[in-house]
Nanobody, 121 residues
Framework: QVQPVESGGGLVQAGGSLRLPCAAS????????MGWFRQAPGKEREFVAG????????YYADSVKGRFTISRDNAKNTVYLQMNSLKPEDTAAYYC??????????????WGQGTQVTVSS
């Protein structure tokens, strides 16, 4: 069971950057594809980015392509989301979890508390 712990969120002006780490506990966390998801108030949770277990393949939602970069350090059991050129519409709680890279949907049964990102205009 992968138990993610997200951090790194905060308040940033439009055009700014943030880097979100996700520490995924669990002895086998490094063998899973991992993804970032986000949920804005009143909206459903949506896929943001995914990365294969070895970091070779990455996938992005169209809304963040070219601005966000997902990466991982398996030695540290940590997945990162580098967010550049942030927009007010990126405001949401961000979560990481195991992901199916075939469907871009979460498959981990445990959700962390997430980390809030707020982008001011």
């Amino acid at each position: 069971q992968v138990q993610p712990v997200e951090s790194g969120g905060g308040l940033v002006q439009a055009g700014g950057s943030l880097r979100l780490p996700c520490a995924a506990s669990g002895r086998t966390s490094s063998i899973y594809a991992m993804g970032w998801f986000r949920q804005a108030p009143g909206k459903e949770r949506e896929f943001v980015a995914g990365i294969s277990w070895n970091g070779v393949n990455t996938y992005y939602a169209d809304s963040v392509k070219g601005r966000f970069t997902i990466s991982r350090d398996n030695a540290k059991n940590t997945v990162y989301l580098q967010m550049n050129s942030l927009k007010p519409e990126d405001t949401a709680a961000y979560y990481c979890n195991r992901v199916s890279l075939a469907t871009m949907t979460p498959i981990g049964g445990y959700w962390g508390q997430g980390t809030q990102v707020t982008v001011s205009s």
